[in-house]
C-alpha cells in the first residue's frame, strides 16, 4: 500500500480510488494545475478533501452551492477532520467574525464566488498560506455554461492576489466547447487536463408520458405499491413537491416521506439530508435544492416529476442514482404542457428588458450622480430576485456603471447602453430556450436514450452495465431491486423531524 492509498485508508476509510481521483491528486501534490472532468457521484470532493489532509498550507474550495458546502463539512466533521468551516451567506455577522478571528486554523474553507469578492475576506485570505485553490462547478466561468455565474469570471484575480496557488477546476457536466471556454480564461494557467466520461453506465433511463397530473401521481402510487426504494423525486414547484409529499405519505403508512426546498430553514434542511442519507427517509419530494453534494450512495431512483431548463442540470439530478455503482433507474414524467413551467423559469431568470428605466426613474428622484445599493431597494422597488440581479449587476460592472461594488453612476446609463442591456438579455434569452429545447428533443428521441443524452459531452458512450434504457427495450417491469424499509425503534430522529414532516406519518408515527 503506497503513501496516497494509506492516506485514503486512515483518512476516509476507503480501500481503492475511483475513476480519475489518483491521479488528480497526484498532479495536485504535485503543483500542476488541473481542469477535471468527472460524472456527478464519482466522488469529486474527495479530489481536494484528500489533499486538504496532506498539504501544507489552505485548501480553499470555491462553490455556488451553499447546501453543498454544509454536507461536505458535516460529513468531514463525523470523520473527526475539524479544521473545515464555510463561509456563506448561511452564517451571521457575529458568527463571520468569530471565524476570521480563527481564520488560520483551519485547513478547508469553502466560499461562494460573491462572497469571495467582498473586501474583507480578500484580506482575510490574503494573510494565509493558500496551497490549492479550488474551483467547483467550474463550467459556471463560462458565458455558455448551464449556470454562469458572472463573479467567477474575477477568481482570475483572485489567485493573483492570494500568491497563485495551485488550481484545481471541476465541473461533471462540460461539453467540449464549454471545456475550452473555462481553460481560455485562465490563460496564464497551463492545466493537465483530466478529462472523463461523465455517462453512468449503471442507470437506466426511461421516458413515462402521460396525460395529466393525476396520471403522474397515480403511475408514483402505482410504482411504489411495487418497489421502496431510496428515491428522489424532482418538482420545479415548491408546492407540488409538498403536495406529492403529503399524497404520498397518506398512502403509504409503512415510508417515512419529506419535502426538501428553499424555504426550509438551514436546521430542517440538514435534518432531512441526514435522515435520508441514513434511510430513515425513504422518499423525498424535492425542488433542485436537494442532492448537491449530499453523499448517499444507495439512491436508486431518481424521478422527475418536472424538467429542469436544460440537459446539464437533468444529468447532474440523474447523477445522484447509484453512486454505489449498483444498478439504478431515472424516470422522467411527462405530460402535454410540460414545457411550460421550465420556460416560465427562464423568463424569470432574466429581468425585464425596461429595468433600466425604473432604476433611471428611481435614481432620478434623489438628485444625486450616484446612489448607493441598498439589499431592500433591489428586491422592494425594483422587484428584482437575486439571480435577475447578478445578471444587472454584472452588465453594470463591466461597463462602468458600478462604483465600488455598491454604488451605481446614473449618468452613464445612457440610450445607447440601454440598446446593449436589451440586446444582451435577449442573447441570453436564446441560447437558454435552445437549451430547453435541446431538453425536450431528447424526451422525443426515437433513438438510445443513453447516446443521445451524453452525445455533446464525450465522442463515445460506455454500454450500459445493467439495463440501457425504454429505446432500447427497457421497462421498469423487468427492474427488481431489494427494497429497503428501515423501521425505527429509537424515536429520537422521529421526534426531531415532527416539525418537518407535519402531517406526514413518519416511522409508522402519526405526527399529524
Known amino acids: 500500500m503506497d503513501k496516497l492509498e494509506t492516506a485514503l485508508q486512515k483518512y476516509f476509510d476507503y480501500d481503492s480510488f475511483r475513476l480519475g481521483q489518483r491521479e488528480i491528486i497526484e498532479d ?75 481564520l488560520s486554523t483551519y485547513k478547508l474553507i469553502y466560499l461562494s464566488p460573491e462572497m469571495l469578492q467582498k473586501k474583507i475576506i480578500k484580506q482575510k485570505l490574503s494573510q494565509l498560506t493558500i496551497a490549492l485553490f479550488v474551483i467547483d462547478e467550474a463550467h459556471c466561468i463560462s458565458q455558455w455554461g448551464h449556470e454562469f455565474r458572472p463573479d467567477y469570471l474575477k477568481l482570475n484575480e483572485i489567485i493573483d492576489q492570494l500568491g497563485q496557488p495551485t488550481v484545481l477546476a471541476l465541473t461533471a457536466t462540460a461539453t467540449s466547447d464549454v471545456q475550452q471556454d473555462i481553460v481560455n480564461h485562465f490563460d496564464t494557467i497551463q492545466f493537465n487536463k483530466h478529462i472523463y466520461p461523465v455517462d453512468r453506465d449503471n442507470i437506466a433511463f426511461m421516458v413515462q408520458n402521460v396525460n395529466n397530473r393525476v396520471d403522474k401521481d397515480k403511475f408514483l402510487i402505482d410504482l411504489f405499491t411495487k418497489l421502496t426504494v431510496p428515491t428522489i423525486i424532482y418538482f420545479s414547484s415548491k408546492k407540488e413537491s409538498e403536495r406529492v409529499a403529503l399524497l404520498l405519505s397518506e398512502k403509504f403508512n409503512q415510508l417515512s416521506i419529506a419535502f426538501y426546498h428553499g424555504d426550509l430553514d438551514t436546521n430542517e434542511r440538514l435534518l432531512i439530508q441526514e435522515q435520508f442519507i441514513e434511510d430513515q427517509i425513504n422518499i423525498i419530494c424535492s425542488t433542485s435544492a436537494f442532492g448537491m453534494g449530499v453523499d448517499k450512495q444507495n439512491v436508486r431512483l431518481v424521478i422527475h416529476y418536472h424538467l429542469p431548463t436544460q440537459i446539464e442540470s437533468f444529468i447532474q439530478e440523474v447523477g445522484r442514482a447509484g453512486r454505489d455503482q449498483l444498478e439504478s433507474v431515472s424516470i422522467a414524467l411527462i405530460a402535454p404542457g410540460d414545457k411550460q413551467l421550465p420556460l416560465k423559469l427562464i423568463l424569470n431568470e432574466l429581468p425585464p428588458v425596461d429595468i433600466l428605466e425604473l432604476i433611471t426613474t428611481h435614481m432620478n428622484q434623489t438628485n444625486q450622480e450616484w446612489i448607493q445599493i441598498v439589499p431592500s431597494m433591489i428586491t422592494d422597488i425594483w422587484g428584482l430576485n437575486e439571480t435577475q440581479w447578478r445578471f444587472i449587476k454584472n452588465f453594470f460592472e463591466e461597463t462602468g456603471i458600478l462604483i465600488d461594488e455598491d454604488k451605481i453612476n446614473i449618468k452613464k446609463i445612457t440610450p445607447m447602453l440601454r440598446r446593449d442591456f436589451i440586446r444582451k438579455v435577449e442573447e441570453r434569452n436564446r441560447y437558454k430556450l435552445r437549451k430547453l429545447n435541446e431538453l425536450f428533443e431528447w424526451i422525443d428521441t426515437k433513438d438510445c436514450r443513453r447516446e443521445q443524452l451524453f452525445k455533446d459531452f464525450q465522442t463515445s458512450v460506455r454500454s450500459a452495465k445493467y439495463h440501457c434504457c425504454d429505446r432500447c427495450g427497457f421497462e421498469v417491469e423487468q427492474w427488481s431491486p431489494e427494497s429497503v424499509v428501515r423501521k425505527q425503534t429509537a424515536s429520537s430522529w422521529s421526534d426531531q423531524l415532527k416539525s418537518v414532516l407535519l402531517p406526514f406519518k413518519v416511522g409508522g408515527i402519526d405526527n399529524g
Open 28 to 102: 495536485i501534490l504535485a503543483k500542476k494545475h488541473v481542469f477535471a472532468t468527472l460524472p456527478t457521484g464519482s466522488g469529486k470532493s474527495l479530489c481536494y478533501q484528500l489533499p486538504a489532509y496532506m498539504l501544507d498550507g489552505v485548501v480553499l474550495v470555491v462553490t455556488p452551492l451553499l447546501s453543498l458546502m454544509e454536507d461536505q463539512i458535516r460529513q468531514l466533521k463525523k470523520r473527526g477532520f475539524k479544521q473545515v468551516v464555510a463561509i456563506n451567506s448561511f452564517k451571521t455577522a457575529s458568527e463571520r467574525a468569530l471565524i476570521f478571528n480563527d
